[in-house]
């Protein structure tokens, strides 16, 4: 969204060229158990990056 917001690209010519997930912090949460007790897990989370290029067109002479 932000290479076609932000620098007018066509959505066509563009082309996913990497992608990174990184990890991110964990939140704690309370999960329920028997008879009224609980146990701690940890929610992890994510940091994704994908980088997009442009097609390059390759003219050929005949």
């Known amino acids: 969204a932000n290479a076609v917001n932000n620098f007018n690209l066509n959505k066509d ?16 949460r309370l999960f329920p158990r028997a008879k009224g007790k609980t146990d ?19 003219t050929q002479e005949i």
Do not use: A, G, M, Q
């Not at 082309?15 to 939140?27: G, P, T």
């Not at 701690?40 to 390759?58: A, L, Q």
């Open 13 to 28: 010519d563009l082309y996913v060229e990497e992608i990174f997930v990184n990890e991110s912090i964990s939140l704690p």
């Open 40 to 58: 701690k897990r940890k929610k992890r989370t994510s940091h994704i990056k994908i980088f997009v290029s442009k097609y390059k067109k390759e």
